[in-house]
């Protein structure tokens, strides 16, 4: 029979722990504590702290800053965890000098240090860029969609908020009255206290509404439209992402093609993103201080929810040299013909119905003859609907109105018009110099299309590397300011990462 050696839980052993050999050479940690001792200055957050002459010593900010960035670095974003692992693990035990901040402690430091945060996360930046981390030749803009804490079935526009808020007050009467009712009968205890308790958490909510609603004008969104608010984060927003509809934030990242190093990051509660395309190439630029020259030889590439007239100007304006997808990028591109959800919609196409392609038509003599072998006649030569140019045929009434054919040709058979064709002769001048047309035939090119090839191989990984390897998936603050510090320190995280792999390996 086989014997295994005894083992007993019922004991207790004392290990002396040398805290500096926690941190290995090599590791991520022993490249974070270099990073905060040597690279950052930390003067930034001496204004924060009056007590010179008197009050108890605050935490140093370079330790409350390690223990926060670990615990990011780990996809743990919460205070009381932090402070837990500063009492239970080892590692945090080391990299903390066994302080043990208090959890508020923790909690005040992230969210009141949004300003200084964003200075860190440029110190960092330069670091990356003095460790030759980033190449300037490609930035990729995108955003993530992240839940942040609020939830978005306290969203609405005013007049929703109204009106829910008058259910409660319809619920909270039924329920007064229904209370009232049963007085008269015997009901026990905790029936009336839980009834009770429903009660006050109604009246509660109602008040919450009310409050609401009397400090808060209507959201408006980008387009100036009324957009829904949020009681509990009025910054936040409703918004569509592949996982549904969340509340929370798009945190917009500009990442350069070299090392995916985070150059320029902020959280924005609002899912659109068309109008962050400027804010975020003007901020990328002023964060690595480029000259005008540079800033003409970077190439910046975004997805279609970039594109549009106004971030187009800004570009031209600037000569900036971008490349931008459109909505219909993909259906033009000739390697994606055979994917089903790059195809055109053809939804609105009367599919039983002849198309201009039954028409036999030569442009050069001007003629056309319809499926039925009718001559039609020339009504416009070269007329204009929109931005495109049409040559314009007309078939006769007498031939229409009796042919076999004008159930599979006319819109109604029962119309009173015959048949018309529009017949593309291309775009019209203006709209071929527009910026519109412009980006479209730029992207679709040969090296527009290898360029912006680059962009999903720069941005996405990033995104990925945040949500699923460092293992952030919401934002745990509410309010943009505290939210956009939260989303810099993340990318600051992923930053910090990029200079331990590829430049520090090993140190
Ligand atoms: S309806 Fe008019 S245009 Fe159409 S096939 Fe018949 S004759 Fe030709």
Excluded at 63 to 89: D, F, M
Excluded at 170 to 178: P, W
Excluded at 182 to 200: G, V, W
Excluded at 320 to 349: C, M, Q, S, V, W
Aim: aromatic share 8%; net charge positive; charged share 25%.
């Amino acid at each position: 029979m086989a014997r295994f050696k005894d083992y007993n839980y019922d004991q207790t052993k004392m290990i002396p722990i040398s805290f500096d050999r926690q941190i290995l050479p090599g590791t991520f940690e022993h490249s974070l504590t270099y990073l905060i001792e040597n690279e950052l200055d930390l003067s930034i957050f001496s204004a924060r702290y009056q007590n010179d002459d008197g009050g108890a010593p605050a935490y140093d900010p370079a330790i409350l800053l390690k223990i926060v960035l670990l615990a990011y670095s780990r996809g743990i974003t919460s205070s009381r965890k932090i402070e837990q692992l500063c009492r239970e693990n080892i590692l945090f035990m080391a990299v903390s000098a066994d302080s043990q901040p208090h959890f508020t402690t923790l909690a005040d430091f992230i969210s009141g240090s949004a300003d200084e945060i964003s200075k860190l996360f440029l110190q960092v930046l330069m670091v990356c860029d003095a460790e030759g981390l980033i190449g300037k030749e490609m930035f990729a803009i995108d955003g993530c969609k992240l839940p942040s804490n609020a939830s978005k079935e306290w969203s609405g526009t005013h007049a929703d908020l109204k009106k829910k808020k008058a259910k409660i007050d319809r619920a909270v009467k039924r329920m007064l009255s229904k209370h009232r009712e049963a007085d008269k009968h015997d009901l026990s205890d905790d029936i009336i206290k839980r009834q009770k308790l429903q009660c006050d958490k109604l009246k509660q909510t109602s008040k919450k509404i009310k409050q609401f609603l009397a400090e808060n004008e209507d959201r408006k969104g980008v387009s100036g439209k009324t957009v829904q608010s949020n009681i509990t984060d009025n910054d936040s927003a409703k918004m569509k992402t592949s996982h549904g509809v969340i509340q929370g934030y798009t945190g917009v990242a500009a990442v350069d093609s070299k090392h995916q190093v985070i150059v320029q990051a902020e959280a924005h509660g609002q899912g659109q993103e068309h109008n962050l395309l400027q804010p975020s190439i003007d901020d990328a630029f002023t964060n690595l201080s480029l000259s005008n020259k540079k800033k003409k030889q970077i190439k910046i590439t975004a997805d279609s929810g970039y594109h549009n007239q106004k971030s187009l100007e800004y570009l031209n304006a600037n000569k900036i040299d971008a490349y931008i997808a459109d909505t219909g990028f993909r259906a033009r591109d000739p390697h994606f013909k055979t994917y089903e959800r790059h195809k055109p919609n053809d939804r609105l196409k009367p599919k039983i119905k002849f198309t201009v392609d039954d028409f036999k038509v030569s442009i050069k003599n001007k003629s056309c003859t319809c499926p039925a072998g009718k001559a039609m006649w020339l009504k416009c030569l070269d007329g204009k609907i929109g931005n495109q140019r049409f040559m314009q045929f007309q078939g006769y009434e007498k031939d229409c109105f009796t042919c076999q054919l004008k159930s599979k040709c006319l819109r109604n058979p029962a119309q009173q018009s015959a048949r018309q064709v529009n017949i593309k002769l291309g775009m019209t001048a203006d709209k071929k110099e527009g910026l519109i047309e412009k980006m479209k035939q730029k992207i679709d090119s040969s090296l527009g299309r290898h360029i912006y090839s680059q962009r999903l191989g720069t941005v996405e990984p990033v995104f990925g590397n945040i949500n699923t390897n460092i293992g952030i998936k919401r934002f745990s603050l509410r309010g943009k300011q505290k939210v956009n510090a939260q989303w810099q320190l993340m990318s600051m995280i992923h930053n910090v990462f990029k200079i331990h792999r590829f430049a520090w390996n090993g140190a």
